[in-house]
């Protein structure tokens, strides 16, 4: 008989004696093959097993890593590249007219546009300019970020296999389009391990934020098919900071440790009784939690910081679940040694009145962004971090709906965009790979999304191709059967 407890994990219950009918019920096919021992039943457990055995993690010092953690700063609803980092110049001779046949070359569009019996083009309203010794390009909508491009290496060329939102963001956190796959942070767990104990190796944090924007499931910092003691811990900004993790009213800390060693002891027979590897998950997910009633709370006093600090992530960081706020958790988290921080801002998708809302979107990220980097960088914690800042796909060069003088907005668009790392490892004052004028397609130097994820394992010391996991008789890795690293643009 199962019963509910206390989390919403589940405990078997136990009892003195039972029937043989009663026990006879209880044995799943598990429970018999698991004792038939060795043979014939060994070998039909393992294709039977949801969850094939696994014999430990494939991606372990593959070779000498260049970072050890990574923060990645997610733009959920797709940042238009034409705004902020691919200047395009000549769209000025071509605003208004006719998107040309050659360019756009019959590529699928999306619902919202397939219907419009034009496609004309827009310019963007914002400037761009070459800062840095680098001469990069930046909006005037980054003042910012572009005070530290030479840090910045800018990859113009990225595309993606998506073209709604759903997909392109399940796609570029686990690798495919479908739902169900580890995310990244869970595959970086999983290889490599905690850097400290009393902290979740992988944190996700999300934005508040004005407007709604796409929505994020938990699926997306899940960890699909691995042992969920590799699923992402989200940190909220209001209230606790992490679910369930106060003690229950009128149970104090030693009470608690004593619920606890009495679990872990139950959890122990059960394990020894049917031997799923979500028994040990559960036991370690508990002892995680007792140990972060402590770390946890230290970690969200910003009380410490100083008037310096916050002058640089902007008033917003005094804001619990402001994205100043969440990037300068970032940087706390990296210093106690999280491995994986994953951020969340929403509100990029700009299907109408895309200058407005790309002011207020970048006056809620820019100074934080580039404050993130350069308060890494001053501590001397840059060179062993690696900072990524990413949509899921880019928006098209035509207008979606009329042109107006003031407002205009742009759809969905796979075939190009752009992102900027920076840190450990990465070539500082780049900018890779090019599109045509129109910002349409690639013409030089094309980075998948695949050749990204790569990429990123490779400066954390992973071969792609050697981190798998065995799940239904079949060995599976983040890029699937793809990706190259991007050697390019690594120092």
Known sequence: MVTPTIFGFEERHCQAEKSVFDRLNELTRRHFLGRVGTGLGATALASLLQRDAVAGPAGRDHFPAKVKRVIWMFQSGAPSQMELFDHKPRLAEFHKQELPASIRMGQRLTGMTSGQSSFPV?????????????????????????????????????????????????????????????????????????????????????????????????????????????????????????????????????????????????????????????????????????????????????????????????????????????????????????????????????????????????????????????????????DETLVIWSGEFGRTVYCQGAITDTTYGRDHHPRCFSLWMAGGGVKGGLTFGETDDYSYNIVRDPVHVHDLQATILHQLGIDHTRLTYRFQGRDFRLTDVHGRVVNEILS
């Open 122 to 382: 827009v310019a963007s309203k914002f400037q761009f300019a070459q800062h840095g010794q680098s001469g990069m390009w930046m909006s005037e909508l980054l003042p910012y970020t572009s005070k530290i491009v030479d840090d910045l290496c800018l990859i113009r060329s990225m595309h993606t296999e998506a073209i709604n939102h759903d997909p392109a963001i399940t796609f570029i956190q686990t690798g495919s389009q479908l739902p169900g796959r580890p995310s990244f942070g869970s595959w970086v767990d999983y290889g490599l391990g905690t850097m400290n104990e009393n902290l979740p190796a992988f944190v996700v944090m999300i934005s508040k934020s004005g407007t709604k924007g796409q929505g994020l499931l938990a699926r997306l910092w899940g960890s699909g098919f691995l042992p969920s003691e590799h699923q992402g811990v989200k940190l909220r900004g209001v209230g606790d900071p992490v679910l369930y993790l106060s003690d229950p009213q009128g149970m104090d800390r030693e009470g608690r440790r004593q619920m606890l060693d009495g679990l872990a002891e139950l959890n122990q027979l059960e394990f020894a009784d049917v031997g799923d590897p979500e028994i040990k998950a559960r036991i370690a997910q508990y002892e995680l939690a007792f140990r972060m009633q402590s770390s946890v709370p230290e970690l969200m006093d910003l009380s410490q910081e100083s008037e310096k600090t916050f002058e640089m992530y902007g008033e917003d960081a005094r804001k619990p679940g402001s994205y100043a706020a969440n990037c300068l958790l970032a940087r706390r988290l990296v210093e106690r040694g999280v491995r994986f921080i994953q951020l969340y801002h929403r509100d990029w998708d700009h299907h109408g009145g895309l200058p407005e809302r790309m002011v207020q979107q970048c006056k809620e990220t820019d100074q934080a962004s580039a404050a993130l980097v350069q308060d890494l960088k001053q501590r001397g914690l840059l």
